[in-house]
Structure formats: C-alpha cells, structure tokens
C-alpha cells in the first residue's frame, strides 16, 4: 500500500477486519474504512497532509504538530498506528494511562515507552520499540517491519506448523492454477494465520489478562 502511494492515517483496532475464505483454512487481515486515505504523487516520500486521525491510534507528529491546518509528514504514521494495535494485542492496553488527550500528550512529552510486563519476547519487544519510535526519522518502515527477526528469524521458522505449511501449499498451487486474488502472503508460511489458531483465541477467557 505505502509502495504505492497510499497512507491510510485512520489505521485503529476498529478498521482491523478478519475474513476467512470458506473452506480455505486461512484468515486473511483487511484494512476498511479508506476515508482518509491520503496519495502520494511520490509514494514513500514526506508530504504536507492535514492533521487526521483516530486520537489514541495518531502519532505523536500529528498531535503534536503546530497548530496549522496541516503537518510534514509520511506512511510511517500507519506504522506507529499498527504499534498502538500491537501493544494491544500483546498488552490488552494502550502504551499510555488513559485515553484522554492530556494522557496520551504526558505521553508523547516524555517519550517514554515501557514495556508492559506481558511482553515476555526480547525480539517482539525490539519491534515494538521500532514501530513507537517517538521520532518518526528513527521509527522503522512497514516493508522493513515486515523483515525483522520476528516475522522472519529463527524462532519465527521453528513456530511454523505442519498446517501453515499445508495452507502455504495450497496458496501456491492455487496461484499456479491462474487464483490472481493469491498474494505473496498467502504462499510464505511466515504470514499465514490459520483459521484454527484465530478460533482459539477467541475461545480463550480474557478476563484476567496477566495470566496469559
């Protein structure tokens, strides 16, 4: 998306979609509500957009920014917006005390990111770290998220099951067989989520989150 010349700047837990195709085993993660999609003329280059968003999910580039309708900036807003869903994911919570805007700029001002004591994994924490990097010249891309140690190190291979690998499998003979809606995603194990793992998840009780 950003390659292409499209920011999102509204990502939030809200516009996080999950579809599984029926019968294919696989869950596949959509992005919806494109309302504030900003293009690019020159796609991963910095550019003046206004200042949009979702409080809770923006970066601190936009809530920070001079009062004037609009603000320098690029994709890696949706990155740090991706980092907010991570940390919820990891976490149950937001990075900061309270959802009110004099929280969230206590949190911006001291620029301190700490780790939630749920986050047990030092290579999860180094990419969340990179994602909710204050300054945006220092916070990591989304193609070069997509390589880090967590997505694709050892550790990622050696959690791969025998039905990602299946699905993989399928993915690919599918792509062979003229499938055009097959993406690289769909046929690197490393990006599978399978339809089972998700039902899990959902079955679990989320009611005492320090347990898990």
């Not at 009062?67 to 949706?78: R, V």
């Not at 805007?101 to 749920?118: H, V």
């Amino acid at each position: 998306m950003h390659q292409k010349g499209f920011i999102h700047r509204d990502i939030k837990s809200q516009n996080i979609l999950l579809h599984s195709p029926p019968g294919s085993g696989r869950v596949i993660v959509k992005i919806a509500d494109l309302g504030l999609i900003k293009v690019q003329k020159q796609p991963l280059q910095s550019t003046k957009m206004a200042i949009v968003g979702t409080f809770p999910y923006m970066p601190p580039e936009m809530i920070m920014g001079n009062e004037d309708d609009k603000i320098t900036a690029d994709a890696k807003i949706d990155v740090w917006s991706s980092g907010i869903i991570l940390h919820q994911l990891m976490s149950h919570s937001f990075p900061f005390k309270s959802t009110n805007l004099q929280a969230i700029m206590m949190f911006m001002f001291s620029k301190k990111l700490e780790r939630p004591p749920q986050v047990k994994d030092d290579i999860m924490w180094d990419l969340l770290t990179k994602m909710l990097a204050f300054d945006r010249k220092d916070r990591i891309s989304a193609s070069d998220a997509l390589k880090h140690e967590f997505f694709t190190g050892e550790q990622a291979m050696k959690e791969i099951s025998q039905e990602v690998q299946n699905l993989a499998l399928a993915a690919q003979t599918a792509k062979k067989q003229g499938d055009q809606s097959i993406t690289y995603y769909d046929t690197n194990a490393l990006f599978i989520i399978p339809e089972s793992q998700i039902k899990q998840i959902l079955s679990i009780d989320h009611e005492d989150d320090n347990t898990q």
